[in-house]
């Protein structure tokens, strides 16, 4: 299976967004979030996919059944910043003096 780069971002980004009011977040959420919020592009399947594999980059912590996400990791902090649109992040602000 392919993973795509869009998906991986968008999994990160519900994630971080999500994690900040629950302390633990089912992969099952997250998957029925982005087939909500993208019909008919991401395939269940894809997303469980991707966020094996984001587990495996170290990226996020899964819970020890793998049913879980517990945390985002440092290094996964640092690749979704990376990839941040400045003017849509909210703690971005510009100094107009």
């Not at 019909?39 to 991707?50: D, G």
């Amino acid at each position: 299976m392919r993973l795509d780069f869009e998906l991986l971002i968008n999994i990160m980004a519900y994630i971080e967004s999500t994690l900040g009011f629950k302390s633990i977040l089912p992969t099952a959420q997250v998957c029925f979030a982005l087939q909500k919020d993208h019909p008919n592009i991401y395939s269940e399947s894809q997303v469980k996919y991707a966020i094996a594999k984001l587990e495996e980059a170290g990226f996020i912590k899964l819970d020890e059944r793998k049913s879980c996400i517990e945390d985002i990791s440092w290094e996964g902090h640092v690749f979704i910043n990376k990839f941040r649109t400045y003017p849509n992040w909210g703690a971005y602000t510009e100094c107009k003096d």
